[in-house]
């Protein structure tokens, strides 16, 4: 399909006429033909289409089609994956073009780069395909292309003064400008953080030779804001156009087309589907425009970027389109071509369309977001949730006193494996809910999301990774591939090295610096390195079989760097006896590096610096960094890029200092429980799936009820770390606010997580629970205690006191208490308002029949699969977690404040008001020793 205008003049695809102006060599069309066809063809296909279009016009562009181009890097305002290179005080504008965000490969240790730039409009291709950096996060892979990047602008400026001079146009000395919008890119080479123990990412060596073209003046990395990123600079930077002239050049435009007569303007609305007449502004509204009406005294960031084009049949449509670069010598040459048929989604959306019965033509608008080929609609345009939304006035007209007293729906509602009984019948829903929200998971392609996710595809896809903590407790015989690899057998290596370990410490076979055992461990780590693990750990302390298999020994866990954590941590230890895991996939994570820094000085001070290698070991890839510590890297336990942090307590993070404690035989166990539910959830049919119905009506709580929050409410001391945990799990994954495909939601998703044991709770926040906001309740019970106790005399045993509570609470909450019942006890009439519950309350209860490693496993991976189900049903990334760095990159800027202030006394700047206030009262009144 080809999209042209309304207004046929002003159709940027219709080819080039004989009374029309060619482009000169001043602007460089070709240039950017090349960066839209690399980006196309390497990460942006929804753009692909539109490119190709223009692409066929590189032998006589004219300035209709530069307007086409421009458009399309205004559609593309605000990405993050263009690097654009400009000669300083060049009038030739762009130089070079480099996407240096996506296109490393951390699964196979591989950065590619690639480059084009334009002399006298022609283009030359390059791209670089290096093995030498290998990339282990999102953040290494894009300044490892960055730096590539970098590397390679001696030759862009080479290749330009080279046709410059043969043109006979002086060449000038300045340095090439690389323009980035990644600050900590910027910041790695330019301010050298690398150099000391704050990088977070790359070791030093990766850089110093784009440090050394920033210290000898051959490139200036500048960062950008992204509103003002390489998109934007692309139509603002050099004589060719400037800011003015495009507003100028758009407005004629915009005046162009105000003369269309009204059957020719038909504008869709976003919401409801409704065309109205007018220009569709930035954020998507519709607005109306009088004829005559100047713009001129907007800026040119707000001008109007949404254009109407009509739709007509083309048999060229399908076409390749090739441009061929000039060749240079000793570098390899690509051609830019479509490796596969042009999409038909494209940069312009189909998805709003309106038949004309005088021509064969469909209205479409251009969005002024991505509209990502590979995006399916948002689920909330499906039938399914539209289905849903109009059900939820028939669930407000029901009360679960009378949902409840439906045998067969309750009945229904109940669901066992494996020794689990799951109640969900005090949710606000009917036999009909259930069935809507099963189409619902059928609309939203859940059944292929958990096939791809046990496939090992990557459906991180913001991260490029697979996603399959499922392998790492995995049977030994299983088979999961990343990347068409099975990783099972090497998560099997990893785990043996851990029990031959755990089991030369807790025999006594390996001894410390001065020969003593080491019973004590102290494990270092933060976020998913510690909350999972501290969860297992706590539930197992007082499970009869772990509590024998620990007996003499103590596992901490050290997480915050206030330095008031470390002295807890390691009261009453001796440095003799106690073994320190360090737990950092990168050994960079800033707060566990300062932690593990300390506690090596607490050793060393006591046993001297060789003694670091028998009482310090390590869970990380990076052996270089664990080696210059000074832990041996034999002692490094390794794990992967697709276990995310919060889902890694059954990796060696987590299973590491476990089989310390209680023995691997017991951590073991807990990893057959999680396998368990890992083949229910994968195998199950979702009506029968605990986590699937666990999800489905999460959402439903979530998305269509409203209710925000949720409370986890174990009825056992045991188990007071699963709901920080599960906070962490739940809230990091799915607190987004926009789709997988980076599409603003029109709905809410994620919870707010909290919780307490009971009966704690019951005298802290059940008072809101009960009669302020409606909060859904996950209540988990254990049939059998881990330490049970009957006394002489009382009524019930301690358990099933506790127990009481718990078929309790779900009734109280439900039915609630009426006016009318309180009436007949004679309450006084006073009272009763305060004494009403209005019940109607969700809820759902969990049975386990006891609290061994095994269940422990099983409950982890249920919480686990729930959370990634309402991920997958929502249409978001439940395994990435963007929204931790913005806070770090700050504290970078107050880190330096504070160091020299303290040292040098400079004086607070670069801080609003606000913050500078505080600082200055903090460091006016701090007692840290002056550095």
């Not at 950096?133 to 400026?157: D, F, P, Y």
Request: proline fraction near 5%.
């Amino acid at each position: 399909m080809v999209n042209r205008s309304l207004n046929v003049d002003n159709d940027p695809f219709r080819p080039c006429e004989d009374n029309e102006e060619i482009l000169g060599p001043e602007i460089p069309y070709m240039s950017a033909i090349g960066g839209l066809m690399y980006l196309a063809n390497c990460t942006r296909p929804d753009i692909a289409f539109a490119t190709n279009l223009l692409a066929r016009y590189n032998s006589s562009p004219t300035h209709r089609h530069w307007k086409g181009i421009k458009h399309i890097f205004r559609y593309l305002q605000g990405t993050i994956d263009l690097g654009l290179f400009y000669p300083r005080n060049s009038a030739f504008g762009l130089v070079g073009f480099a996407d240096a965000g996506y296109l490393s490969d951390p699964h196979k240790s591989r950065s590619q780069t690639g480059y084009v730039f334009t002399i006298g409009g022609t283009a030359i291709s390059w791209r670089s395909q290096k093995q030498t950096l290998v990339a282990t996060s999102s953040n290494h892979a894009e300044m490892i292309a960055l730096h590539e990047a970098c590397r390679e602008c001696m030759w862009l400026r080479s290749m330009t003064n080279h046709k410059q001079e043969a043109s006979g146009i002086a060449s000038g000395k300045e340095p090439t400008i690389l323009f980035e919008d990644n600050a900590a890119c910027v910041a790695q080479i330019k301010e050298g953080y690398i150099k000391s123990d704050k990088t977070k990412h790359i070791p030093p060596r990766f850089f110093s030779y784009t440090q050394e073209l920033e210290k000898n003046k051959e490139v200036d990395i500048q960062y950008i804001r992204s509103s003002d990123n390489a998109a934007d600079l692309f139509t603002k930077m050099g004589s060719f156009s400037t800011p003015q002239r495009q507003q100028d050049e758009y407005q004629n435009q915009n005046d162009d087309e105000s003369e269309r007569s009204e059957d020719d303007v038909v504008q869709p609305t976003h919401e409801s589907g409704n065309k109205r007449k007018g220009h569709c502004d930035t954020s998507g509204k519709s607005k109306a425009k009088k004829k005559g009406t100047s713009s001129s005294s907007r800026s040119w960031k707000q001008l109007d970027i949404c254009k109407e084009y009509q739709v007509w049949k083309d048999s060229n449509a399908q076409s390749q389109h090739i441009l061929n670069p000039v060749g240079n010598s000793g570098r390899e040459n690509f051609s830019f071509k479509a490796s596969k048929p042009i999409p038909t989604t494209s940069l312009f959306s189909d998805s709003t369309v309106r038949s004309r019965q005088s021509r064969r033509k469909v209205t479409t608008i251009l969005h002024s977001r991505p509209v990502m080929a590979s995006s399916t609609a948002l689920i909330s345009d499906t039938e399914a949730w539209k289905d849903l939304k109009g059900h939820v006035e028939d669930i407000k007209k029901t009360h679960l006193r009378d949902l409840m007293s439906d045998a067969n729906r309750c009945q229904s509602m109940m669901m066992e494996f494996d020794g689990l009984l799951l109640d969900y019948s005090r949710q606000c829903a009917t036999v009909a809910t259930v069935d809507k929200l099963l189409n619902l998971a059928k609309a939203a392609q859940l059944t292929e999301k958990i096939s791809r996710m046990f496939n090992g595809e990557h459906i991180n896809s913001t991260e490029n990774r697979s996603v399959l903590h499922v392998a790492l407790r995995a049977p030994k015989d299983a088979v999961i591939k990343a990347d068409g690899k099975n990783v099972v057998p090497e998560v099997w290596n990893v785990l043996d090295k851990i029990k031959e370990f755990s089991e030369k410490i807790r025999s006594g076979s390996w001894v410390g610096a001065t020969g003593k055992p080491l019973k004590d461990v102290i494990a270092i780590g933060i976020g998913g390195s510690f909350l999972g693990p501290l969860f297992v750990h706590t539930a197992l302390q007082t499970d009869p079989e772990a509590l024998e298999s620990a007996k003499g020994r103590q596992l901490r866990f050290l997480a915050n760097i206030d330095p008031v954590d470390v002295a807890r941590n390691i009261k009453g230890l001796n440095p003799e006896t106690t073994l320190v895991v360090v737990v950092s996939k990168t050994f960079t994570t800033a707060e566990t590096m300062l932690n593990a820094r300390t506690l090596r000085e607490w050793i060393t001070a006591a046993l001297g610096a060789s003694a670091v290698a028998k009482h310090m070991v390590a869970v990380s890839t990076n052996l270089a960094l664990v080696e210059k510590f000074g832990i041996d890297p034999n002692n490094a336990f390794a794990f992967w890029d697709w276990v995310g942090g919060r889902y890694s307590v059954c990796s060696a993070v987590g299973v590491l200092p476990l089989s310390l404690q209680y023995g691997f035989s017991v951590v073991e166990k807990f990893l057959k429980g999680a396998s368990s539910i890992d083949q229910h959830f994968q195998s199950t049919p979702f009506e029968k799936n605990i986590p699937v119905l666990l999800g489905l009506l999460s959402v439903w709580n979530v998305s269509f009820l409203g209710y925000p929050a949720r409370a986890i409410l174990p009825y056992s001391q045991a188990l007071e770390k699963f709901a920080p945990h599960i906070q962490q799990v739940s809230m990091e994954s799915n607190g987004k606010g926009v789709s997988i495909d980076g599409l603003p939601l029109p709905f809410e998703t994620g919870e707010i997580d909290f919780g307490e044991p009971g009966t704690n709770g019951q005298h802290s926040f059940y008072q809101l629970i009960h009669q302020g906001r409606v909060i859904p309740c996950d209540f988990i019970g254990i049939v059998k205690s881990q330490q049970p106790v009957y006394l002489k005399g009382e009524v019930v045993s301690n358990h099933d006191e506790l127990m009481s509570n718990f078929f309790a609470q779900p009734d109280a909450l439900a039915y609630g208490k009426t006016p009318e019942q309180l009436q007949k006890e004679n309450v006084s009439e006073n009272l009763i308002p305060h004494k009403t519950f209005s019940g109607n309350r969700p809820s759902l209860s969990l049975l386990l029949p006891e609290l061994t490693a095994y269940n422990v496993g099983q409950l982890l991976a249920i919480y686990e699969h729930r959370v990634a189900v309402q991920g997958f049903v929502w249409g978001i990334n439940s395994f990435d977690q963007w929204g931790v760095e913005l806070g770090k990159v700050l504290a970078t800027q107050v880190r330096k404040q504070l160091h020299s202030s303290r040292t040098q006394g400079t004086a607070l700047e670069g801080f609003n008001y606000s913050t500078t206030t505080l600082l200055k009262r903090y460091l006016e009144t701090s007692s840290e020793p002056q550095m």
